[in-house]
């Protein structure tokens, strides 16, 4: 029995939550105040705090040379080591725009990426620069400009492929609302693969008044439904067009779809009731754009 007391006196006096009272030689319990903390030395460790704006930074190889091409690059961020010849050609690239290069280790990218997937590179961008609607129409008075708007679009990842697609169709501008939109992050940027360094953007306010301003502006409006009039491929869609694409699930708002001068829809032949919406853009867009050729 003594044994045990003794037992429980040692692993007391080696708690760090117990003190010797010096008037009694007993050991008492601290105040929880004054208790050491303990830190685990591998609890953080590769969890530095970037001190850079994560929101101004573009991940992957393709992505960091884009938008180094479009001269929007302050500075790269590179993994440490040894480098393979696509990473050479984008420092290469870099020097000669004479933009500074930060070699890091590998858990500094990982920590700046958030778990996005950087291949080993990353750059900080000047910050994004929407533009301005009515520039994009003045640049293209004359012609037959395609513009897509984005109703109630929230996932970074479809703003991005959705402006991927519409750059490689050639068309003039993405539409985002000041309300419910996906606001361009390095993650839509990353998906985007450098096409935001050659698409305009524009926010804009109200949905209604932005396409009745542009109806007077001699666009057409078209809206994609799964009740729409027609099939989008038997479509007219020549001409000034505004495409708008609603929200995967919901669609249009009512609101929306009232404004719209027709609406069209895409066949499903399979059991999943619709595509995911930078698809359906991408089907809009390009039959858009073989009427026009």
């Known amino acids: ?28 319990k601290r105040p929880k105040s004054m208790q050491a903390k303990r830190r685990n030395p591998a609890q953080h460790r590769g969890e530095r ?26 500075q790269i961020y590179l993994k440490s080591g040894r480098h393979d010849e696509r990473l050479q050609e984008i420092l290469e690239e870099a020097k000669s725009r004479a933009v500074p290069i930060k070699e890091v280790e590998e ?25 301005d609607m009515n520039a994009v129409i003045k640049k293209w008075e004359g012609k037959d400009p395609i513009f897509i708007l984005l109703d109630g679009v929230e996932d970074v990842r479809n703003l991005g492929a959705i402006v991927r697609t519409a750059e490689c169709a050639g068309a003039a501008c993405v539409l985002l609302p000041n309300h ?7 993650a839509a940027m990353k998906t985007a693969a450098g096409a935001f360094a050659y698409l305009p953007v524009c926010r804009i306010g109200n949905i209604q008044q ?4 542009l109806k007077e502006k001699g666009f057409w409006v078209v ?3 799964m009740d729409g009039e027609s099939l989008y491929y038997e479509a007219n869609l020549k001409g000034p067009l505004v495409i708008v694409m609603g929200a995967e699930g919901k669609g249009m708002s009512p ?19 619709s595509l995911n919406v930078s698809v359906a853009a991408a089907l809009l867009l390009y039959e858009a754009v073989k009427q026009r050729n």
Do not use: W
């Open 1 to 28: 029995m003594m044994k045990d007391k003794r037992a429980s006196h040692t692993t007391r006096e080696k708690d760090s939550s117990y003190k010797q009272n010096k008037d009694t030689g007993r050991n008492e």
């Open 49 to 74: 705090k970037p001190d850079i704006d994560t929101s101004l930074v573009t991940y992957g190889r393709n992505s960091v040379m884009e938008f180094l091409r479009a001269g929007k690059v302050r």
């Open 107 to 131: 858990e500094e990218l990982d920590s700046m990426s958030g778990g996005v997937v950087h291949q080993g590179i990353a750059a900080l961008l000047f910050p994004y620069e929407y533009q």
């Open 180 to 186: 419910k939109s996906s606001p361009v992050t390095a």
């Open 210 to 213: 932005t396409l009745k301003y």
């Open 223 to 225: 809206g994609t439904d």
């Open 255 to 273: 609101l929306t779809r009232r404004m719209c001068d027709f609406c069209v829809r895409i066949p499903m032949k399979g059991k999943v009731s």
